[in-house]
């Protein structure tokens, strides 16, 4: 059973930084697309970015494409969430997910092409 194990959220002040890891278990990470979502209180669980197995093909949510960076270190069963000029929007907890699949011309942006989840950081931005 594949573990995915959510790092590095916390409380940070508008306009801060946090960077989001996901590390996951067994010798497959290399094979499997990486994404991540995040969900707020009464809200429905909203796509971030997610990253080709490779590591080559990344793809965001247009409304986060500028703050947000995807990234893997296939070395470290790792994919991160670089987050910048965070909003108290931002804030939700936010779930790393494995998907078999990177979808011709774009990554897999909802929560049922994902085969496995973590169980979540939350992040906290204050106004």
């Known amino acids: 059973q594949v573990q995915l194990v959510e790092s590095g959220g916390g409380l940070v002040q508008a306009g801060g930084s946090l960077r989001l890891s996901c590390v996951v278990s067994?010798?497959?990470?290399?094979?499997?697309?990486m994404g991540w979502f995040r969900q707020a209180p009464g809200k429905e669980r909203e796509f971030v970015a997610t990253?080709?197995?490779?590591?080559?093909?990344?793809s965001y949510a247009d409304s986060l494409k500028d703050r947000f960076t995807i990234s893997r270190d296939n070395a470290r069963n790792t994919v991160y969430l670089q987050m910048n000029s965070l909003k108290p929007e931002d804030t939700a907890v936010y779930f790393c997910?494995?998907?078999?699949?990177?979808?011709?011309?774009?990554?897999?942006?909802?929560?049922?092409?994902?085969?496995?989840w973590g169980q979540g950081t939350q992040v906290n931005v204050s106004s």
């Open positions: 990253i080709k197995s490779t590591g080559t093909d990344t």
């Open positions: 997910a494995r998907a078999a699949m990177w979808y011709g011309g774009r990554g897999p942006s909802r929560p049922y092409e994902y085969d496995a």
């Open positions: 067994g010798r497959t990470f290399n094979f499997y697309t």
